[in-house]
């Protein structure tokens, strides 16, 4: 137990440290865009980034759960049957990524109709190719957190925002800021990081056909662990930004960028719960016996409180960060981070038990309560952005996270009972079989 928890720190604290410094970047980044844009063309790119953080989804975390689950219990044993796993979604994300595209270029008036703002439809192009570009960019970074090289993936991690940022200011230097620029930015930094970090992974993956037996079966394998993985994803992030849809339809854009500042500040701490899934969910693979799973439970748990912990200066003293970061137009944001802090420090102490969903082969449990949730949210959100504005929103979010919270912890709880975690056909590997197709149905 102690080896293994001085091993998750050490891990913990590289993945952290390079998600830190993302953190750190993002909030320059998202500090420089409230500075440089006007109000309503920041408010209509909080609507534009909460489509492309939904959409992106699909190519997404559903699909890298699946490939990281999958790739760690292979990568220690069979090189060639974690290749085969990998190529697999890398044409995955491709079908994914091309239906994306062909969607938004080529039906634009069609999904801006469906969306309820046309006004998106300039953006469309762009968001098309950040959303691939994050696909790719995101498939490669998969394939070093399922070898567990989390130096490496410390150091590439924030390749992308690092880009990003040198090329805000560069623009603010020139020629300026607009939304649709901005937008541009951000796919082109998902291409630059794909193109300096694709040859050594190409160099692994080339030898691996696109056709075949084995490669059919790994694709098989995947889709089947997956399918609900992108369901649960996309429902789960079209919950979380469900509240800039609703600002969006019953609010002002200046509303939308003073709810949006807030988020942005927070949005350290689901950075923060990025990071410990991260490192974390590839480990719960591995468990087989109770004692396991609580021991990865009691590691997952202390890091979680620790994290929140570091966090509470953000709702202590937003009265003297935001004026001076922002600027004094932002203050109505004050109340906000007060309501939505609590809501994240949620997430971040039960989104990590979805790694335990996942094992105990409740993909589709987890996708049902989050498309669940998701139904519940769009009547909750209409009425609390229609009467109480911004305040009713982030009251709103506050009761969803908890909410999605206690589902997720309550399914964990029920899933670790010592009569489930010992079923007579639990394999040896004790969550994702790499023996049988049959085991992800």
């Known amino acids: 137990m102690k080896k293994q928890l001085q091993r998750d720190f050490q891990h913990i604290f590289w993945v952290g440290l390079s998600t830190g410094g993302n953190a750190l970047l993002s909030f320059i980044a998202g500090m420089l865009l409230v500075r440089f844009l006007p109000a309503a063309e920041y408010g209509l790119l909080s609507v534009a980034t909460a489509v492309l953080l939904v959409v992106q989804e699909f190519v997404g975390r559903g699909i890298n759960d699946g490939l990281v689950q999958l790739g760690t219990i292979h990568a ?68 070093l957190q399922a070898h567990m090289a989390f130096g490496r993936f410390a150091i590439l991690q924030p390749l992308s925002n690092i880009l990003r ?63 609900w993985g992108i369901l649960s994803a996309v429902a789960f992030v079209a919950l979380t930004r469900m509240d800039i849809f609703a600002l969006t339809h019953y609010a002002s854009a200046t509303d939308v960028a003073l709810y949006n500042a807030a988020w942005q500040v927070l949005i350290i701490i689901d950075l923060a719960t990025v990071t410990i899934m991260t490192v974390m969910i590839p480990k719960v693979a591995h468990c087989s016996t109770l004692h396991g799973f609580i021991s990865w439970l009691g590691r997952t748990l202390l890091m979680s409180g620790a994290a929140a912990i570091l966090t509470l200066p953000l709702v202590m003293c937003p009265q003297w960060y935001i004026p001076m970061l922002f ?73 969803l996270r908890g909410a999605n919270a206690c589902l997720i912890t309550g399914l964990a709880g029920y899933l670790l009972k010592p009569e489930r975690t010992f079923s007579p056909d639990q394999n040896s590997d004790g969550a994702l079989s790499a023996k049988s197709t049959s085991e992800f149905s």
């Open 165 to 227: 940022t040198v090329c805000y200011l560069a623009f603010i230097a020139t020629v300026g800021l607009g939304w649709i620029p901005v937008l541009w930015i951000i796919a082109a930094s998902f291409w630059i990081a794909v193109g300096v970090t694709a040859p050594p992974l190409w160099r692994a993956l080339r030898s691996v056909p696109l056709h075949g037996p084995s490669f059919n079966r790994a694709f098989f394998d995947l889709w089947r662990c997956t399918r």
């Open 327 to 399: 600027g004094d137009q932002y203050t109505a944001s004050i109340p906000v981070i007060h309501i939505l802090y609590w809501g994240n420090i949620l997430g971040l102490m039960a989104f990590p038990l979805v790694g335990i969903l996942y094992t105990r082969h409740a993909f589709h449990v987890n996708a049902g309560l989050q498309v669940l949730l998701l139904a519940v949210s769009i009547p909750v959100y209409a009425m609390a952005a229609q009467h109480k504005g911004i305040i009713g929103v982030a009251w709103a979010t506050l009761a």
């Open 76 to 143: 220690a044993g069979s090189a060639e049957r974690t290749c085969h796993i990998f190529k697999a979604g890398l044409l995955l994300k491709c079908l994914s990524c091309i239906l994306i595209m062909a969607l938004l270029i080529g039906f634009p008036s069609g999904v801006g109709r469906l969306l309820g703002f046309n006004q998106l439809k300039a953006s469309f192009p762009a968001l098309a190719m950040a959303i691939t570009g994050y696909g790719i960019w995101t498939y490669m970074l998969c394939w």
